[in-house]
């Protein structure tokens, strides 16, 4: 079984930075994509950045492209979302999710293990 667990959130004010966190346990194995998703209240659940097994890759939505950073470590098999810039748009949970494949897609179903998500509230 594998468990992920996100931390780092909290409110923030508007133009402000918030890093979050999601650390990975259990049998992960490896070669896996590391990816952050997000869903506000009444909305469904979207995709916010991902990244490759290396860190050779990342892809983002465009709502978030130059304001948001994702990387990993893999020694401590974490991956982490720098938000800068933040606006009120960005309010909602925080998910990450373990990959099915070494590659960062956008796609949920390519995803097999989530965490509990971390709250995160913008502020004007």
């Known amino acids: 079984q594998v468990q992920l667990v996100e931390s780092g959130g909290g409110l923030v004010q508007a133009g402000g930075s918030l890093r979050l966190s999601c650390a990975a346990s259990g049998r992960t194995g490896t070669y896996y994509a590391m990816g952050w998703f997000r869903q506000a209240p009444g909305k469904e659940r979207e995709f916010v950045a991902a990244?490759?097994?290396?860190?050779?890759?990342?892809i983002y939505a465009d709502s978030v492209k130059g304001r948001f950073t994702i990387s990993r470590d893999n020694a401590k098999r974490s991956s982490y979302l720098q938000m800068n810039s933040v606006n009120l748009e960005d309010t909602a949970v925080y998910y990450c999710g373990k990959g099915k494949i070494s590659s960062p897609t956008p796609r949920g179903a390519d995803y097999d293990y989530w965490g509990q998500g971390t709250q995160v509230t913008v502020s004007s």
């Open positions: 990244i490759s097994w290396t860190g050779a890759l990342t």
